[in-house]
């Protein structure tokens, strides 16, 4: 059964530098897809809209500027308050996000707690599947035995 870490939230759309609409979000993360974070704007709508990246993208952008193309994030204060940012651009458009930091992080850390930096691979148990797709069946001795014996045949022919 896998962990399920979630936080809903309002995210400001920024429209322009005057003027941003509260959005209603989800903050979603699951062990059992241990590098992405979830993020689904207009929850109880119709027309929910899901954006996945990776988390370490989110962690680092709390602390520091990180990412290119689709997806951008960094912290920054607005009016005194510590926000986060999100630029996501799309074949359907751009968005400007604004995210209170206090509640990312608190959420990010409890994801972090859940599956620790480094351990990810183990959480998809790559190494277990990697072991049974490499382990050596009957099959393979008869697929490794020397299709062309050499020139030096017993029997002289």
């Not at 689904?40 to 962690?59: M, N, Y």
């Not at 480094?118 to 049974?132: K, N, R, V």
């Not at 393979?140 to 030096?152: A, F, N, Q």
């Amino acid at each position: 059964m896998p962990t399920v870490v979630e936080r809903e939230l309002e995210i400001d759309l920024v429209l322009s530098p005057e003027l941003s609409i509260p959005v209603p979000a989800r903050l979603n993360y699951r062990s059992d897809d241990p590098y992405a974070v979830h993020i689904t704007f207009h929850i109880g709508s119709d027309h929910p809209v899901g954006w996945t990246f990776a988390r370490e993208l989110l962690v680092e952008g709390v602390f520091r500027p990180c990412g290119h193309g689709d997806v951008r994030v960094w912290p920054t204060k607005i009016a005194g308050r510590s926000v986060v940012l999100m630029a996501l651009s799309s074949p359907d458009g751009d968005a400007l996000l604004l995210a209170p930091a206090a509640q990312v992080s608190s959420w990010l850390e409890r994801t972090l707690r859940a599956v620790p930096p480094g351990t990810e691979a183990e959480e998809l148990g790559l190494d277990d599947g990697l072991a049974e797709l490499l382990a050596p069946t009957p099959a393979d001795d008869l697929w490794l035995r020397d299709p062309w014996p050499s020139d030096e045949s017993k029997d002289g022919e």
